[in-house]
């Protein structure tokens, strides 16, 4: 009876074990919690200091849990405009909008498109977009310390929108899609015209 109530004992504790380290690595691979209400602390923090706000940026960097995807749909909005940060504007996202970039080549890209665009405009936005919450690409790391580096270069860390999601899902699935016939749950903010479909 005693051997049988020890072994339960330590069964216990191993499995707590096990539990507590598998929490441990979860919580290390974890490299940003998106907070809630993103949006409206971004724009009460640059309101001041660009003359444009934005939801997209020039370059929007979608992360999945491995892979990275670009899209460059996105509307210019002065800062005078009053805008509801809460619904984003309709792009007409597209699957073949979404470029997939592998992580190896992550810095190149950014060294050198990226900084092509930065020496043709004031300021280069960008956002780093998410599927969750929680971030664990490595990809992040990449990005946002390459923008904190740079003079003139604003990005905002959001969830993706609804229009970001099935499109880019409709391009990883190979599946059929048309902004056109879809019934948005969450819906769009003020109408601005996108621009910015490029293919690289």
Same mark, same amino acid.
């Given at each position: ?60 960097? =979608? ?8 899209? $460059?749909? @996105? ?9 509801? @940060?809460?619904?984003?504007? $309709? ?32 300021? =280069? ?60 749950? =969450?819906? @769009? ?12």
């Amino acid at each position: 009876m005693i051997k049988t109530i020890l072994f339960i004992v330590l069964l216990q504790f191993f499995c707590w074990s096990c539990v507590s380290v598998s929490q441990k690595k979860d919580e290390k691979d974890i490299l940003y919690i998106i907070p809630h209400h993103q949006q409206e602390t971004f724009t009460r923090r640059y309101q001041q200091d660009f003359s444009i706000l934005f939801f997209y940026g020039q370059f929007n960097f =979608v992360l999945t849990d491995n892979q990275i995807f670009l899209h $460059q749909r @996105f509307v210019k909005i002065n800062k005078n405009e009053k805008i509801n @940060f809460t619904k984003p504007p $309709q792009l007409k996202l597209l699957p073949t909008d979404f470029t997939e970039i592998r992580l190896a080549d992550l810095p190149t890209y950014l060294s050198t498109f990226v900084l092509d665009t930065a020496a043709n405009n004031r300021t =280069v936005m960008a956002s780093v977009v998410a599927n969750s919450d929680t971030i664990k690409n490595p990809a992040f790391n990449t990005i946002s310390n390459f923008f904190q580096s740079k003079n003139h270069f604003s990005y905002v860390i959001r969830n993706w929108t609804e229009e970001e999601q099935f499109a880019l899902k409709a391009k990883i699935f190979k599946t059929a899609y048309n902004p056109d016939t879809m019934h948005w749950k =969450v819906g @769009f903010g003020k109408a601005f015209v996108p621009v910015g479909r490029k293919k690289l």
